[in-house]
C-alpha cells in the first residue's frame, strides 16, 4: 500500500476551508457531502495533533531558553 503524503498544518487548514466552504454551498449530493465530511473531520485531527506538537516544542525551548 501506498502511503499518502503528509500535509503541513498550512496545506492541511486550506484543504479544511475548501471543505467548509462546498459544505455551506449545500450543492453536493448525500454521498459527497458525506465524504467531504469525513475528509473534515480527519484533517481537524491531524491538525489538532500538530498543534499540540507545536506547543510541546514551543514549551520546550521556552524551557531551554530558561535555563541558559
Same mark, same amino acid.
Given at each position: 500500500?501506498? +502511503?499518502?503524503?503528509? !500535509?503541513?498544518? /498550512?496545506? @492541511?487548514?486550506? +484543504?479544511? /476551508?475548501?471543505? %467548509?466552504? &462546498? $459544505?455551506?454551498? =449545500?450543492?453536493?449530493? &448525500?454521498?459527497?457531502?458525506? !465524504? &467531504?465530511?469525513?475528509?473534515? $473531520?480527519? $484533517?481537524? +485531527?491531524?491538525?489538532?495533533? !500538530? &498543534?499540540?506538537?507545536?506547543?510541546? !516544542? %514551543?514549551?520546550?525551548? @521556552?524551557?531551554? @531558553? /530558561? /535555563? =541558559?
Amino acid at each position: 500500500m501506498s +502511503r499518502e503524503k503528509t !500535509k503541513t498544518f /498550512e496545506e @492541511s487548514m486550506a +484543504r479544511l /476551508e475548501e471543505i %467548509v466552504d &462546498l $459544505l455551506q454551498e =449545500n450543492e453536493q449530493p &448525500l454521498d459527497e457531502t458525506i !465524504k &467531504l465530511f469525513e475528509e473534515g $473531520l480527519k $484533517l481537524v +485531527r491531524d491538525c489538532e495533533g !500538530k &498543534l499540540k506538537e507545536f506547543e510541546t !516544542k %514551543v514549551a520546550e525551548l @521556552s524551557e531551554e @531558553s /530558561e /535555563e =541558559n
